[in-house]
């Protein structure tokens, strides 16, 4: 239902674009999302969101999609007494809860490695760092710990371990799609879309995406973080009334 | 995982398929029916299995053996089954026991030991519970076909009855020191919070074997100090840690009360040695499962979770 939704969108702005491109010959790099808001319902099992725009001139397109920020406690296992058990831990800060990169052209053809640290452009560059790590822990326990990080987020789907295609039609129009899962956290996301010529952006933009809750769900959860007691109580309540009802069917049958 | 209805759980944070949640409350209160059990042991390992985290899966677990409880007491109220005095004073030891437990969740929470000591905990307690009880009913087995008489009387006097405070419980026919039951009910306490279980597994034995008190009017007593128990579990991990999800806790008791329905209908056809044959059998493969989890080499030695304190 996106989809169609979305091929709609992206006609009427193709149109809109051909009408204005000369009085747009100005700006390079024009881009939007079909949504702005991804709704988690009831019935959430993830979203797609398309991202379009359009550009002037030669160059290449990434688009960089960070969920916001918190910080992640990394634990490392080993054997304790025959079991495995948490022997050790890493505290990162500034972990985006998601990480997507789209691109046109292999990462490593687009832009030289200090512009991609600089943007974070690919999940090894993004700028996350250790909190209080000592100066005596050697930087390839960090790394692993970090690489540790990474991982967990690709196997849960959360970060893209490979670089989505970025289509581009004559030379002027492309979009892409992020994969939203079910597991995604509510939040502002940003979009970053950098226009790249020989290896410098000559063009930026920031759009943010507003991922958040609605509906009972939403009710529920703002409930139980906001008055937690009453919602203990009620939660108590709905079991013993469920439980008495059921006794009471069950007798008569 | 295709689901054919999918529901997100607002706490959990997660899709589930509503006919997957429904058929295991249903196949663990079938199983809660069959063997007058609570399930609760059952269902909190198979919550964590199948991915929901084990803080939500422990606080809606508890939430939803109040409900099966609260059922089952009232079967046993009618035939005038509860010893109320006896089950004050477990009650007075739970209410302690459970509020020193979540507070104990909370610190092995933050500690990043607590789903080690949810999983050592079980493999203990089901390991020792399932061998106790599958011998036994081996036993009696073996016995009931060499025609043997039974066995002689349970309940024997040691230093437990010389404690002081004694109290009259007039139900269960005894003259008893109050720390008996006060403590029983303060470990099993700490036990339903750590665990997400309602105890009874455990409560039963120690009131059959350590109180010595009359089998007709054990399982009433205990189910009616466990709905306080797991209500006061409830209400603490919903102020504390925010981890009791009622479309869960919901779905599962829908599943379970019809499942338990079922379950007690079926339970008239086998012999009691049988069913507890069968439920031992269970709790080990329970047990097995958690403890080959413990000590076989996990996919990945790291593992990430959100920041706690800061």
């Known amino acids: 239902m996106f989809i169609r939704a979305f091929t709609l969108t992206f006609l009427a702005v193709l149109g809109i674009l051909g009408a204005t491109s000369s009085a747009r010959a100005q700006q390079e790099l024009v881009a939007d999302l079909s949504d702005h808001l991804v709704a988690i319902t009831t019935g959430f099992t993830g979203a797609d969101v398309l991202l379009f725009g359009a550009i002037e001139g030669e160059g290449e397109i990434v688009v960089v999609v960070t969920g916001p920020r918190d910080r992640v406690t990394v634990r490392r296992k080993d054997r304790v007494i025959g079991v495995w058990a948490n022997v050790d831990s890493m505290t990162f800060e500034n972990v985006p809860a998601f990480y997507a990169v789209a691109t046109t052209k292999p990462l490593g053809e687009v832009a030289p490695e200090d512009v991609r640290a600089r943007q974070e452009i690919g999940v090894e560059n993004i700028n996350m760092r250790p909190v209080g790590v000592d100066a005596a822990v050697p930087p390839s326990q960090i790394d692993t710990f970090r690489s540790a990080l990474i991982r967990n987020k690709t196997r849960q789907r959360l970060y893209g371990a490979e670089v989505q295609p970025i289509t581009v039609l004559s030379d002027r129009l492309f979009r892409s799609r992020v994969h939203f899962p079910t597991n995604v956290t509510t939040g502002i996301y940003t979009v970053s879309v950098y226009y790249i010529r020989d290896g410098s952006p000559v063009h930026a933009q920031t759009t943010p995406l507003q991922i958040s809750k609605v509906g009972i769900g939403a009710d529920v959860f703002l409930f139980a973080h906001t008055n937690s007691a009453a919602y203990g109580l009620i939660a108590i309540a709905i079991a013993v009334a469920a439980g008495w009802l059921a006794a009471a069917i069950f007798r008569k049958v | ?310």
């Not at chain 2, 109040?66 to 010893?83: E, F, L, Q």
């Not at chain 2, 069968?278 to 080990?284: E, F, S």
């Open chain 2, 1 to 310: 995982m295709p689901s054919l209805i999918p529901i997100y759980l607002p706490i959990a944070e997660m899709s589930v398929d509503v006919l997957l949640i429904l058929g295991m409350g249903g196949m663990i209160g079938f199983l809660s029916g069959l063997f007058g059990v609570g399930g609760g042991f059952l269902m909190t390992p198979l919550l964590i299995f199948i991915g929901v985290p084990a803080a939500v899966a422990v606080g809606t677990e508890a939430n939803q053996i109040v409900a099966s409880s609260v059922s089952g007491v009232i079967a046993h109220w009618r035939r005038g089954n509860v010893d109320f005095k006896m089950g004050g004073v477990l009650l007075v030891g739970g209410f302690l026991g459970s509020s020193i437990g979540v507070w104990a969740f909370a610190a092995l929470r933050t500690h990043g030991q607590i789903d080690l000591a949810i999983k050592l905990l079980y493999v203990v307690f089901l390991g020792t519970i399932g061998a106790l009880m599958l011998s036994e009913s081996l036993r009696a087995i073996l016995r009931s076909r060499r025609k043997l008489p039974p066995r002689g009387k349970l309940h024997q006097h040691t230093w437990l009855h010389g404690l002081p405070l004694k109290m009259r419980f007039r139900r269960s026919k005894l003259y008893i020191s109050a720390f008996l039951p006060l403590g029983i009910g303060f470990f099993v306490g700490i036990l339903a919070a750590l665990m997400g279980v309602g105890g009874g597994f455990i409560m039963v034995p120690a009131m059959i074997y350590l109180l010595g008190m009359p089998t007709s009017v054990v399982v009433g007593t205990s189910l009616f100090q466990i709905i306080f128990v797991t209500a006061n579990v409830t209400l603490l991990q919903a102020i504390n840690t925010q981890t009791v999800d009622v479309v869960l806790a919901i779905l599962l008791l829908i599943g379970a009360v019809i499942g338990a329905q079922i379950g007690t209908r079926f339970s008239g056809r086998l012999k009691g040695e049988q069913l507890r044959g069968l439920l031992a059998l269970m709790v080990m493969i329970v047990c097995i499962k958690l403890g080959f989890d413990l000590v076989v080499t996990p996919q990945d030695v790291f593992s990430i979770v959100p920041a706690i304190g800061h």
